[in-house]
């Protein structure tokens, strides 16, 4: 079954990807695991392939399938390695996987649109007594997010997190409306019972709720079938597009991270943007991977057409910019000091 949480980490590996069929998906239930015809590559003498069986290069046999350790989440750096349900595996290490609109600090998902001490981006913090408000420090809340929870700005009539007040929090199946918790999905998702699912892929909800397949069948596009038409893969009970699907991207069981999108097969991000661990970056203008990924310039710099550059006599580094601090409406003074509707004049909001 198909099932998604929606919580600050999501949930990227959940159980009908481990279960049923353990191979990498096929066109057909008899079809190979995607491998190219003729491309070989010896199996690891850790792998339990049997003698002789081959697989293409970068992929290692693990009993009777051929599978990416780099990237495959049951088989992560090794066979039978899984990763835990809220990870990605990631060069063959299992790494904290954490939602779209959130941001790896260390090792935990922030949500840097209202951390106080990871405001807009890690590491940086508001000055004591300001709020972080769609990730920008202010002296109080803007009209739009007029809610203060935990030193950060909220509307808690929509905010799942903070719905109708601070603490309370929507369940998976819940959205926020009004200020009140009502059952509800993504636009991506349908509540059947008390469970948001695809129906096209979910065989117990196979194209409307309840309608629940065969033992021997697998759910295509809301569809009860037989076996999965390429270019689609057997993947647990259904059939999935690897070239789109950010659970099964390329094969079963190699979810995309963070930000990442399936884009032909492969995990990547969009327009200029570059895959730096879970996250997508400009590295023209990212402080902590600047030219490429984890290159981070030092205090004192910041990152310009992908060159750290000191920043110039009269500025301060705040954050990952070097600022004016006599003139900058949000960093008047000092970094983080935000003069809101008011105009910064020598250091002094006026």
Same mark, same amino acid.
């Given at each position: 079954?198909?099932?998604?949480g929606?919580?600050?980490?999501?949930m990227?590996? +959940?159980?009908?990807?481990?279960?049923?069929?353990?191979?990498?998906?096929s066109?057909?239930?008899?079809?190979?695991?995607?491998?190219d +015809?003729?491309?070989t590559g010896?199996?690891s003498?850790?792998?339990?392939?049997?003698?002789?069986?081959?697989?293409?290069?970068g992929?290692?046999?693990?009993?009777?399938?051929?599978v990416? @350790?780099?990237? $495959?989440?049951?088989? &992560?750096?090794?066979c039978?390695q899984?990763? %835990?349900?809220?990870?990605?595996?990631? /060069?063959?290490?299992?790494?904290? /996987?954490?939602?779209?609109a959130?941001t790896?600090c260390?090792?935990?998902?922030?949500?840097?649109?209202?951390? +106080?001490d990871?405001c807009?981006?890690?590491? $940086?913090?508001c #000055?004591?007594?300001?709020?972080?408000a769609?990730?920008?420090?202010?002296?109080?809340?803007?009209?739009?997010?007029?809610?203060?929870?935990?030193?950060?700005?909220?509307?808690?009539?929509?905010?799942?997190?903070?719905?109708?007040?601070? %603490? #309370?929090?929507? !369940?998976?199946?819940?959205l926020?409306?009004?200020?009140?918790?009502e059952?509800?999905?993504p =636009?991506? *998702?349908?509540?059947?019972?008390? *469970?948001c #699912?695809?129906?096209?892929?979910? =065989?117990?909800?196979?194209?409307?709720?309840?309608?629940?397949?065969? =033992?021997?069948?697998?759910? !295509?596009?809301?569809?009860?079938?037989?076996?999965?038409?390429? +270019?689609?893969?057997?993947?647990?009970?259904?059939?999935?597009?690897?070239?789109?699907?950010?659970?099964?991207?390329?094969?079963c $069981?190699?979810?995309? =991270?963070?930000?990442?999108?399936?884009?032909?097969?492969?995990?990547?991000?969009t327009? /200029?943007?570059t895959?730096?661990?879970?996250?997508c970056?400009? @590295?023209?203008?990212?402080?902590?991977?600047?030219?490429?990924?984890?290159?981070?310039?030092?205090? !004192? $710099?910041?990152?310009i057409?992908g060159? &750290?550059? @000191?920043?110039?006599?009269?500025? #301060?580094?705040?954050g990952?910019?070097?600022? /004016? @601090?006599?003139?900058?409406?949000?960093?008047?003074?000092?970094?983080?000091?935000?003069? !809101?509707? *008011?105009?910064?004049?020598?250091?002094? &909001?006026?």
């Open positions: 079954m198909l099932l998604v929606l919580v600050a980490c999501r990227v590996n +959940p159980a009908f990807d481990a279960a049923g069929s353990e191979g990498s998906g066109g057909t239930s008899s079809a190979s695991s995607g491998s +015809p003729g491309t010896a199996p003498e850790d792998s339990g392939g049997t003698a002789g069986a081959l697989c293409d290069e992929q290692a046999r693990c009993e009777d399938e051929c990416r @350790t780099s990237l $495959n989440l049951r088989h &992560c750096g090794g039978f899984q990763c %835990p349900m809220t990870a990605v595996c990631i /060069d063959s290490a299992c790494r904290v /996987d954490c939602d779209p959130d790896v260390g090792e935990t998902c922030i949500d840097t649109r209202e951390d +106080p990871n807009g981006e890690c590491g $940086n913090a #000055t004591e007594g300001d709020v972080c769609d990730g920008v420090c202010l002296a109080e809340c803007p009209a739009e997010l007029p809610n203060e929870c935990g030193g950060g700005c909220v509307d808690q009539q929509t905010d799942r997190d903070h719905c109708g007040d601070c %603490p #309370t929090v929507c !369940g998976a199946a819940e926020c409306a009004s200020g009140q918790c059952p509800g999905c =636009a991506n *998702l349908e509540l059947c019972g008390t *469970l #699912t695809d129906r096209s892929l979910d =065989a117990d909800n196979c194209g409307r709720c309840g309608n629940a397949c065969d =033992a021997s069948q697998l759910c !295509g596009e809301g569809t009860c079938v037989d076996n999965c038409d390429a +270019p689609l893969l057997i993947c647990g009970d259904s059939c999935i597009d690897p070239r789109t699907t950010r659970k099964h991207c390329g094969d $069981n190699q979810a995309c =991270a963070g930000q990442q999108q399936c884009i032909d097969g492969e995990c990547g991000c327009g /200029d943007e895959a730096c661990g879970t996250q970056v400009d @590295t023209e203008t990212d402080f902590k991977h600047c030219g490429e990924c984890g290159n981070s310039c030092g205090g !004192g $710099n910041e990152c057409d060159a &750290c550059e @000191t920043c110039e006599e009269g500025l #301060t580094q705040c990952s910019k070097c600022v /004016d @601090t006599e003139s900058d409406d949000k960093h008047c003074g000092e970094c983080n000091h935000n003069c !809101g509707s *008011l105009s910064c004049e020598m250091g002094d &909001c006026l």
